[in-house]
């Protein structure tokens, strides 16, 4: 491609990018919205999930921290997402944790991070290296764009199986009805600040690849917790390999 996308073509290509690589196409995700995992899965999921969403507003700190000075609007959008995961009301881990202690997990369990799975600890390592690492708008096409930007989609599914199979109360859930409005605000802003500051042929590769891998690696994530911890319990049939791109996500 030698010629820049212009916004609407670029916005497709961002979306297209995620298609087919949505974490709701994980067994995981499809054995959680038809109630077939056990309380003791969904504690496991809490108690990696700490471990991904935990450091959130810490990966936007450091791409905060780099932001040019004059990208204003981009930074006020990270640090009120950092507000609204910390401090602005109940601190986004705590209603998580509330959550997990509903399942029969422990705040203890959930905060050791020897609980968490290889391969979260993996997607929590990438989340630093993109914000520590990469173009800040590159990194927010990675990290708002390509993983947050899919939370509403994923616990518009599995939420009300969470009160109708599973009995939980509006209380214990709140942490994914909260979810589906914030990240639904946040995916959209973050699509428009890599719309505004893309504009080069490179830079819009660039984010276009990065997105891409973000959802792959959301997807390896949630397919991952299905392997280590609910293949034994609940068979769904074959479950398909990752795609081929996941080999070289390390030259990211």
């Known amino acids: 491609m030698t010629v820049a996308m212009n916004p609407d073509e670029f916005r497709t290509a961002l979306e297209d990018a995620i298609k087919g690589k949505s974490a709701n196409k994980s067994p995981f995700s499809m054995a959680w919205a038809s109630g077939k995992l056990s309380r003791d899965h969904l504690s496991r999921w809490a108690e990696n999930h700490y471990h991904y969403v935990g450091p959130f507003a810490d990966y936007l700190g450091y791409i905060y921290a780099r932001m040019p000075e004059q990208y204003v609007e981009a930074k006020d959008f990270l640090l009120a997402n950092m507000y609204e995961e910390e401090i602005g009301g109940d601190r986004h881990t705590d209603l998580l944790i509330r959550f997990g202690e509903a399942c029969g997990t422990s705040r203890e369990r959930m905060t050791d991070q ?106 390896l994530y949630t397919t991952a917790l299905y392997n280590d911890y609910v293949a034994g319990d609940v068979k769904l049939g074959r479950v398909a390999p990752m795609e081929p791109e996941l080999a070289g996500i390390g030259g990211v």
């Not at 290296?129 to 990675?142: F, K, L, N, T, Y």
């Not at 518009?156 to 109360?169: E, I, N, V």
């Not at 639904?184 to 042929?201: C, K, P, S």
């Open 114 to 219: 020897e609980n968490m799975s290889p391969t979260t600890r993996g997607l929590q390592s990438w989340c630093y290296a993109v914000a520590m690492r990469e173009d800040p708008i590159v990194a927010v096409a990675g990290l708002v764009v390509g993983l947050e930007s899919q939370v509403p989609s994923i616990y518009r599914k599995q939420t009300p199986t969470l009160r109708d199979s599973y009995g939980f109360t509006d209380e214990e859930v709140e942490f994914f009805d909260l979810h589906i409005v914030s990240d639904e605000i946040h995916g959209e802003r973050g699509y428009q600040i890599v719309l505004e500051h893309a504009r080069t042929v490179e830079m819009q590769q660039r984010c276009l690849r990065i997105c891409e891998v973000g959802a792959q690696m959301r997807l």
